[in-house]
């Protein structure tokens, strides 16, 4: 995918998945964008993430007030709101919709709050386009390997998105919509190695769910 010239969003961008997409783009491997904008609904993580990327260790003037005028910047909002993830998806050429639920405990929890941000988030950003005639160029929606013959609600929910996206090939034939799927990001926020490093740390036993169990990482 050439990135050259291109405006980008990403949403949910302060996510693991999400912050090394966007210091992958940032090296100009693949071209480099005009505007990368991360959406997303944590403050606190854009704040950090910007201090991270911009090489800071505190929060100046020109850092909090000049956001906008750097090829990174940040805008707070939440994919269920339609309003503000429009107003993020005017003038963007290419959307990684990598904003989720991802955490399967957390899912199975709380099922519906599953279903607002995986599968209505990923409606708002098809009837963005398709209700306003955007000019995106491509969608490419991040989804997951348990979207594959699903057992659990986060799985559901993910396979779920995967169609609504793809389906909206039809509805919006200017726009490229596809999905990727990827495995268990090694050390992502919530996952079993910070688990396990923690427990480590506090000389507890390392839980595991069966000894026959097995996880695909990525690096």
Same mark, same amino acid.
Do not use: W
């Given at each position: 995918?050439?990135?050259?010239?291109?405006?980008?969003?990403?949403?949910?961008?302060?996510?693991?998945?999400?912050?090394?997409?966007?210091?992958?783009?940032?090296?100009?491997?693949?071209?480099?964008?005009?505007?990368?904008?991360?959406?997303?609904?944590?403050?606190?993580?854009?704040?950090?993430?910007?201090?991270?990327?911009?090489?800071? +260790?505190?929060?100046?003037?020109? $850092?909090?007030?000049?956001?906008? &005028? *750097?090829?990174? =910047?940040?805008?707070?909002?939440? #994919? !269920?709101?339609?309003?503000?993830?429009?107003?993020?998806?005017?003038?963007?050429?290419?959307?990684?919709?990598?904003?989720?639920?991802?955490?399967?405990?957390?899912?199975?929890?709380?099922?519906?709050?599953?279903?607002?941000?995986?599968?209505?988030?990923?409606?708002?950003?098809?009837?963005?386009?398709?209700?306003?005639?955007?000019?995106?160029?491509?969608?490419?929606?991040?989804?997951?390997?348990?979207?594959?013959?699903?057992?659990?609600?986060?799985?559901?929910? +993910?396979?779920?998105?995967?169609? $609504?996206?793809?389906?909206?090939? &039809? *509805?919006?034939? =200017?726009?490229?919509?596809?999905? #990727? !799927?990827?495995?268990?990001?090694?050390?992502?926020?919530?996952?079993?190695?910070?688990?396990?490093?923690?427990?480590?740390?506090?000389?507890?036993?390392?839980?595991?769910?069966?000894?026959?169990?097995?996880?695909?990482?990525?690096?």
């Amino acid at each position: 995918m050439n990135l050259e010239g291109k405006r980008i969003l990403v949403t949910g961008g302060t996510g693991s998945l999400g912050q090394t997409l966007v210091g992958r783009i940032l090296t100009g491997e693949m071209g480099r964008p005009a505007q990368i904008t991360v959406f997303s609904r944590d403050e606190a993580k854009q704040h950090y993430m910007r201090l991270e990327f911009l090489h800071r +260790k505190t929060a100046t003037d020109d $850092v909090i007030y000049q956001n906008s &005028r *750097d090829i990174l =910047n940040f805008r707070i909002g939440d #994919v !269920r709101d339609y309003s503000a993830l429009l107003a993020a998806m005017r003038e963007t050429d290419i959307i990684f919709h990598a904003a989720a639920l991802k955490q399967v405990p957390s899912c199975e929890y709380f099922p519906f709050e599953a279903v607002q941000t995986n599968i209505y988030g990923a409606q708002n950003v098809v009837r963005a386009i398709r209700e306003n005639n955007l000019p995106v160029e491509t969608v490419v929606g991040i989804s997951t390997d348990k979207a594959c013959k699903p057992i659990n609600v986060m799985g559901m929910t +993910k396979a779920l998105q995967e169609r $609504v996206l793809i389906e909206a090939n &039809r *509805d919006c034939p =200017n726009t490229n919509f596809m999905c #990727v !799927r990827y495995g268990n990001v090694i050390a992502s926020r919530g996952s079993i190695v910070p688990l396990f490093v923690e427990q480590v740390r506090k000389n507890q036993p390392i839980t595991i769910t069966l000894e026959e169990m097995t996880r695909f990482l990525l690096s």
